[in-house]
């Protein structure tokens, strides 16, 4: 392996997807490199908090709220008379119809954010991608060969109330938009919504929430621009 080529293995080693050869190779290049070990430090939250938040949350309050209501609701239509039987079948029916449909729906949520999450980890793993540092926040930028980038940022604190923070693709002297988020943990790590060509920048702002097509302010922090 070239000696340029170890550091590629940085996002791999986090994830523990390395060969036995590979990993004994890096850790032995690790005690000597000191832009290695500070992006393993940086890799490591991030990577760590997508694992544990691949695991199946629980239903949202919201979801036996709605399920609570539906049973309340038929079951007053249920008369205690034999003859009434079909109609307090129906009723049981209608409720289990309801009860499926909320889990399907929370069910498919659960399923995207999963998605959201193995792509991010595709991302952050790909020996072939860049990491450009931010200039004004701690953190980069990582890009993969096809466009496709995550933003990785510490100690950003949470947006100001109605507002939120939003990227911006640089190209060609435009700022396209690029998704929204919010500042969550003590380390974010966020998909761009937007792939990021060569020669590209990457910049955040401080935007209404929902965020908006064209920058209202002077970035707060960059990479590349």
Request: hydrophobic share 45%; glycine share 8%.
């Amino acid at each position: 392996m070239a000696d340029d080529a170890i550091h590629d293995l940085t996002a791999g080693y986090a994830l523990d997807a390395l060969d036995s050869h590979d990993e004994e190779r890096y850790e032995e290049h690790l005690a000597t490199c000191e832009r290695c070990r500070e992006e393993l430090a940086e890799l490591r939250d991030p990577v760590a908090a997508l694992a544990y938040g691949a695991t199946s949350p629980a239903p949202p309050p919201a979801l036996r709220e709605r399920i609570l209501e539906a049973v309340h609701a038929e079951r007053s239509n249920v008369v205690p008379i034999r003859r009434r039987l079909p109609a307090a079948l129906g009723a049981v029916a209608a409720v289990a119809a309801t009860v499926a449909i909320a889990l399907g729906l929370w069910a498919a949520s659960v399923s995207s954010e999963l998605d959201r999450e193995r792509t991010l980890l595709a991302i952050l793993a790909d020996p072939e991608a860049t990491s450009i540092p931010l200039e004004g926040a701690n953190g980069r930028v990582v890009v993969t060969d096809t466009g496709e980038a995550a933003l990785i940022v510490s100690g950003l604190a949470t947006a100001p109330p109605g507002k939120t923070y939003e990227l911006w693709v640089a190209k060609n002297g435009e700022m396209l938009p690029a998704g929204v988020f919010d500042a969550k943990r003590e380390r974010d790590v966020v998909r761009l919504t937007r792939p990021v060509p060569p020669g590209s920048g990457v910049a955040v702002t401080v935007e209404d929430d929902g965020g908006t097509d064209t920058p209202t302010g002077d970035p707060i922090f960059s990479a590349g621009i």
